[in-house]
């Protein structure tokens, strides 16, 4: 299983407003997250800072998902709307704003599990 961690900025003042369209995401847009093979996906804020974090069977491929999301005409007007309320990284691209994070530490319950024997 993969996991992939991103960051973008949100602009400034927008945290309200990110919140009220992610308290109700278009369904077309969750299903076409289920649909692209996402899986355990969440995003976190920390005032401007927003950190997402999902999963990914080890067959799945980031461009794979990408072509999911471009399929969709509803992911295509989301994505226009969260772009005039998030703010590009220097390192960020010009489809894909969220900017990829480097996994430093991971720990689970299975790695628990053989720490035990």
């Known amino acids: ?7 973008v900025k949100l602009r400034e003042d927008a945290e ?3 919140e009220r369209y992610h308290a109700d995401v278009w ?8 649909d692209s093979g996402i899986c355990n996906y969440s995003i976190f804020r920390y005032h401007q800072w927003l ?12 461009d794979s998902i990408g072509k999911v999301f471009a399929d969709c005409p509803a992911c295509a007007k ?3 709307l969260m772009h005039k309320i998030q ?5 960020s691209g010009k489809e894909n704003w969220w900017v990829p994070m480097k996994e430093v530490f991971f720990f689970s319950l299975s ?4 720490l035990k024997r």
């Open 27 to 34: 369904p077309e847009v969750l299903v076409a997250i289920r």
């Open 16 to 18: 309200s407003e990110y």
């Open 51 to 62: 950190f997402s974090y999902f999963e990914l069977a080890d067959d799945i491929s980031l």
């Open 78 to 80: 989301w994505e226009k």
């Open 87 to 91: 703010e590009p990284l220097p390192e």
């Open 1 to 7: 299983m993969q996991r992939i961690g991103r960051v």
């Open 111 to 114: 790695q628990l599990q053989k």
